[in-house]
Nanobody, 120 residues
Framework: QVQLVESGGGLVQPGGSLRLSCTAS????????VGWYRQAPGTQRERVAG????????RYEDSVKGRFTVSRDNAKNTVYLQMNSLKPEDTAVYYC?????????????WGQGTQVTVSS
C-alpha cells in the first residue's frame, strides 16, 4: 500500500519558518519526482516547488523563490520543504505529490495534506 504522509505544518507568525516533511512508503521513492502543492480556501491547488527523483533539478513558483527550499533524502524516503519568511498569503493546506513515468503514462500519489497558517 502506497502512502505519502506530510507533517510539520502549524501556526506561525509572519516572518517565521516551518519545515514540512513528506515521507513515502510502498514505492521505490528514488524513482519518483516530488512536487509540493498548496491550496487555500476557495482557490485552486497550485504547485509551489518540485524536485526530480535524484534531486538534481529543482523548480519553484515565483512567489516562493528565495524563501522556500525543497530537498530530499532518498535514504529516508523523505522530501522536505523549508519555508522561511512566511507571509499570511502562504496560508494553505500543503500537499506532496510523488510521480513517475510507467510505460508512457504517469503514476502518481498524493498525501493527505498539512495545514500551514501564517497569522499574528
Amino acid at each position: 500500500q502506497v502512502q505519502l504522509v506530510e507533517s510539520g505544518g502549524g501556526l506561525v507568525q509572519p516572518g517565521g519558518s516551518l519545515r514540512l516533511s513528506c515521507t513515502a512508503s510502498g514505492i521505490i521513492f528514488s524513482t519518483y519526482a516530488v512536487g509540493w502543492y498548496r491550496q487555500a480556501p476557495g482557490t485552486q491547488r497550485e504547485r509551489v516547488a518540485g524536485i526530480s527523483s535524484d534531486g538534481s533539478t529543482i523548480r519553484y513558483e515565483d512567489s516562493v523563490k528565495g524563501r522556500f527550499t525543497v530537498s530530499r533524502d532518498n535514504a529516508k524516503n523523505t522530501v522536505y520543504l523549508q519555508m522561511n519568511s512566511l507571509k499570511p498569503e502562504d496560508t494553505a493546506v500543503y500537499y506532496c505529490n510523488a510521480a513517475t513515468a510507467v510505460d508512457g503514462s504517469v503514476e502518481d500519489y498524493w498525501g493527505q495534506g498539512t495545514q500551514v497558517t501564517v497569522s499574528s
